[in-house]
């Protein structure tokens, strides 16, 4: 997609690895500037790095974005930097695996302070500033998990992307008078670390595909390109949607 973002700033989520890499990557080479935030120091500064080999601007910015100071410092310094924040992808995200039966309230909780939480806390820090500028577009990675279909032994995953699927609706009722989209994008399996540990199972991934009509799971890459959609002008006239990245697995 030929999509221009040169005078933008975008801030991506959990874009140490996976996904959320794969989107930083992507908007950069659209001539976007990028924040890539991530808890962990070391991946942030390589995704960082690898965008500015690659000739584009961007910088690493740790912090756990379920914590408010933490988001807050981290969107200020932003701004101070770059004076503008077009672009948030909350994509940051964690998935605890245990039955309802089983599951650690401690695993709940941080599942729910990282997935929705966080995505609450990024949007309204990034929602005043984009209320300033009378523009900006935000974009949710939930998952088919919290939309269509119930994942086994995810349930506070589930929980968190349903939760963010409504959060989307909601915030995309109240900023849109301020110029600011907000869309939910609902991948299917993807090829990342946080599915390493099940494709290595032939059972599962049988099952998998014999699901997906396409016949393959998902790259990072395929939901970053529907991101970079999302963030350009062809996309003006949608907001509060929550879209299905996943080869056909869910049909609507
Ligand atoms: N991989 C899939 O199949 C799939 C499917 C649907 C949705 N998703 C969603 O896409 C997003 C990215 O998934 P992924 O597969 O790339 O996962 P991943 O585990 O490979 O990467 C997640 C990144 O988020 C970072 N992170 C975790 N907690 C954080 C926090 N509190 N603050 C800042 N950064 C934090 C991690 O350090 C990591 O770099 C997640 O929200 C996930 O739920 C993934």
Redesign the pocket.
Known sequence: MQVQLSDQVALV??A?????RAIALRLALAGARIAV????PD?AERTAREIVTAGGAAAAFV????NKMAVQMMIAECLERWGRLDILVN?????PKASVLTLDEWDWDRTLA??LK?AFLCSQTAGRAMREQGSGIIVN?A?IGGHKIPLKDRAAYCASKAGLVGFTRECAREFAAYGIRVNAIC????E????AALRQNPEQMRKWLEDIPQGRLGR?EDVAELVLFLCSDAAAYITGQAIHVDGGKVMA
């Open positions: 989520t959990g140490g690895r996976g996904i959320g935030n991530d808890l962990n991946t912090a756990d974005v379920a994509n940051a995200g964690v998935e990282v997935n966080g990675i998952s991948p299917g399996v993807i990342t670390e946080m599915t990072p």
